[in-house]
Structures are given as structure tokens and as C-alpha cells.
């Protein structure tokens, strides 16, 4: 059986019909102006459905940890990214943590979670070995530091997502409310 020998991009570009939709901005294959409409749904599997379901029917958040290394992740992860591990011990983590990092956004999105101006923070809950990265909320950003406690604060009615967590704040202001 003889292969067919695939067609040189400079012999098809005589078949491109230049539109206002798409505005071919030079003989590069890989460049063009345009807008794709992508809709997809999100399968979380069985790691993220267990981790979501104890977020939603026990406001618990779960790790998992690896029986080699024993690193305990949060979000939990199916093979440990150190030595490639199948994980599945769960354990529960604290709902309290150590602010690692964090950043602000100065302008919304549909897809943001909050309005602007938004304060993202990596955070190291107690007993995992990895960072979440979610909302803060109850600090403003001259008072954020690397290092704070700050701890979860659960939706009421959870729906089984990240975002059964509704934000995490500082120990200290929660203590004083």
C-alpha cells in the first residue's frame, strides 16, 4: 500500500476564501484571527467526585496521600506527582492553613467567581503537603501577608463544587466576629 505524500501548505492556500470571520494574517498556518465558540462539560472523575462530595455533604475538605512519599494533596490528585504513585488513602485536612501566596484581580469576567477586584490565594491547608488555590475574602489588600493563618468558610447550601468553599479569611478576623 503506497502513502499518499501530505499536501504542502503553500499549494492549498489558493482554497482559503478570505471573510471577515476569519482574517488570515499571513501564510503561517498556525496564525489567524478569529473567534471559536468551545463548549464542553467537565467529567471530574472518581478522585474529584469523592473530594467534592465530602465538600458538599460534610463541608470536609479531603487529601490524599501517597503510600511511597507521603505527600498529602489538596485538591487530591489520582498518581503522586513525586514518584508517580497510584494514591488512595484519603485524609482529612485542616480547614485552617498557612496564606502561601496570593494575587489581586482589578477587573471581572463572566467566568470569574466574584466581582472585582478579586484576592486569589494559594493556600496550604494543615496536614497537606500541597497548595489550593481559592478566594479570600475579609482582608483587604494592604493587610494581606505570606504566612497569615486564614481558614475556610463554607457556602450554607452546597452544590458540590470548589466553590461549596466560599471563601477563605483570616483566623484572627474570624475570631473577633
Known amino acids: 500500500m503506497e502513502l499518499k505524500k501530505p499536501s504542502a ?3 492549498l ?3 482559503i476564501t478570505p471573510s471577515e470571520r476569519l482574517k ?3 501564510l503561517d498556518p ?3 484571527e478569529g473567534r471559536i465558540a468551545m463548549p464542553y462539560r467537565y467529567f471530574p472523575g472518581p478522585v474529584a467526585t469523592r473530594f467534592f462530595l465530602a465538600l458538599r455533604e460534610e463541608a470536609r475538605i479531603l ?3 501517597c503510600p511511597q512519599c507521603r505527600m498529602v494533596y489538596v485538591p487530591p490528585e489520582p498518581i503522586c506527582g513525586r514518584c508517580f504513585s497510584k494514591l488512595e488513602e484519603w485524609v ?3 480547614k485552617e492553613g498557612v496564606l502561601q501566596s496570593y494575587t489581586v484581580t482589578h477587573y471581572s469576567l463572566p467566568v470569574h467567581p466574584a466581582k472585582a477586584p478579586i484576592i486569589y490565594g494559594l493556600i496550604r491547608l494543615d496536614r497537606a503537603d500541597t497548595a489550593l488555590l481559592h478566594l479570600l475574602d ?3 489588600g494592604n493587610d494581606l501577608k505570606m504566612g497569615m493563618r486564614v481558614e475556610a468558610v463554607f457556602r450554607e447550601k452546597r452544590s458540590g463544587n470548589i466553590l461549596d468553599i466560599e471563601f477563605f479569611r483570616p ?3 474570624a475570631r473577633s466576629n
Do not use: F, N, P
Open 92 to 94: 482529612e485536612v485542616g
Open 30 to 32: 498556525y496564525v489567524a
Open 138 to 140: 475579609g482582608v483587604g
Open 171 to 173: 483566623v484572627q478576623k
Open 9 to 11: 501548505y503553500s499549494d
Open 24 to 26: 488570515i494574517l499571513s
Open 13 to 15: 492556500i489558493k482554497y
Open 63 to 65: 487529601g490524599i496521600r
